[in-house]
């Protein structure tokens, strides 16, 4: 069974920051990962993927997450955090065959000014 | 280019009403989803399909039912509403089933009271 794990439910930075929002996830296979953000009121946009190539995978808006197996982390980081970034981010499993995502519980990011 | 339609965005029903909440999407995906996001939590599977005709559970599917009659259209029907239903509905679809692609609506919240 696949599960994942977002460890941390709320994280504050300040503008211009590094951000880090940490995922442990658990796959009996080989599994494909992703980060998804939510603004308030609005649906799920991808921010990237990982499907088995490159472990460190580059998204949208500066995002940018590495895959570790040893670890069973999927981090995601932003080298500088911006106002827009406040947001709810959700990491997502997803193992071959099945059918459908399995969601982290989310992380709240706030940004300082 | 419209992607994924959610109808109501809003509703608060009575316990024991019934209502259908519309999903339609224009991108000709085969694959359809309803997920619902509670306060705090991650999104959780209800129902999917494949395909016009087929439908299958997800993980929390008491309580609803679905049809998918077209290939555009999603609905998910609540019968006798609960305060437990209480939560964010999201539709999504994607071309392949696999992870590759889903898109999301922008969700209806419901409350049941």
């Known amino acids: 069974a696949q599960s994942v794990t977002q460890l941390d439910s709320h994280v504050s930075v300040s503008e211009g920051t590094p951000v880090l929002l940490r995922c442990n996830y658990s796959s009996s296979y080989s599994p494909s990962l992703f980060w998804y953000v939510q603004h308030p009121n609005k649906g799920l946009q991808l921010l990237l993927k990982?499907?088995?190539?490159?472990?460190l995978v580059k998204g949208i808006n500066g995002f940018e997450a590495e895959f570790k197996k040893s670890e069973t982390s999927f981090h995601l980081t932003k080298p500088s955090a911006h106002m827009s970034d406040a947001a709810e981010y959700f990491c997502v499993v997803s193992e071959t065959g099945r059918r459908a995502l399995t969601f982290g519980s989310g992380t709240r990011l706030q940004v300082q000014p | 280019n419209a992607g994924v339609t959610q109808t109501p965005k809003f509703r608060i029903l009575k316990i024991g009403q019934s209502m259908t909440l519309q999903c339609t999407q224009d991108m000709n995906h085969n694959y359809m989803y309803w997920y619902r996001q509670d306060p705090g939590m991650g999104l959780k599977l209800i129902y999917y399909?494949?395909?016009?005709?087929?439908?299958d559970k997800g993980e929390v599917p008491n309580g609803y039912n679905v049809s998918r009659s077209t290939t555009e259209d999603f609905p998910l029907r609540l019968e006798l509403a609960a305060p437990s239903q209480t939560s964010v509905y999201f539709c999504?679809?994607?071309?392949?089933?696999?992870?590759?692609?889903?898109?999301f609506g922008s969700g209806t919240r419901l409350t049941v009271v």
């Open positions: 999504a679809s994607s071309t392949t089933g696999d992870v590759y692609g889903y898109t």
């Open positions: 399909s494949v395909g016009a005709g087929i439908t």
């Open positions: 990982y499907t088995s190539a490159a472990t």
